[in-house]
């Protein structure tokens, strides 16, 4: 007979991992509603406008550690919807590169989310420092296990969000 000791303690943070992103996603969804946008368009504003270089749709992709054809419906819509911009490359021809249109980069509203922050400031500094310390390294084992070797540089990324 198997023991499943650790996997049940396994299973539940698990279980308490997904039901927090999923009751995170609602928060989300409900504080983006006045912008307009969804939160997976948000989250591909947020990481144009903050990366600092253009991405190509590859490179979104890898970011949110989504399929390329899943962002591609999405980056269509988006242009569609006058949020984005796809252009060739001049000198790259197979690469397209993603910029926001005036109206993608006012639908970037950081302040939008206040469900979030009202949610987040139950934890104190360290408590937050913490908890990102330790998601930081499930992150890492998890991308170890799938073999993906992009990581996201939170560090630059936090540069780049003091600068806003």
């Excluded at 903050?50 to 419906?73: D, E, F, M």
Aim: glycine share 4%; hydrophobic share 40%.
């Amino acid at each position: 007979m198997r023991d499943f000791s650790g996997f049940r303690k396994y299973y539940k943070l698990w279980v308490l991992l997904h039901e927090l992103e999923h009751a995170m996603s609602e928060a989300t969804e409900k504080d983006l509603k006045h912008l307009g946008i969804t939160p997976r368009q948000a989250a591909c504003i947020d990481i144009l406008k903050v990366y600092g270089k253009p991405l190509t749709p590859a490179g979104l992709a890898r970011l949110q550690l989504r399929k390329r054809n899943s962002i591609r419906i999405l980056l269509n819509r988006m242009e569609r919807e006058g949020l984005l911009i796809q252009t060739r490359d001049l000198d790259q021809k197979n690469q397209i590169r993603l910029s926001l249109t005036e109206k993608g980069d006012k639908a970037s509203d950081l302040s939008a989310y206040e469900t979030l922050a009202q949610v987040f400031s139950c934890l104190s500094e360290a408590e937050c420092q913490q908890l990102s310390s330790l998601l930081g390294r499930l992150l890492d084992r998890a991308l170890d296990e799938l073999g993906i070797d992009d990581r996201i540089d939170f560090a630059e990324i936090d540069k780049r969000l003091d600068s806003l």
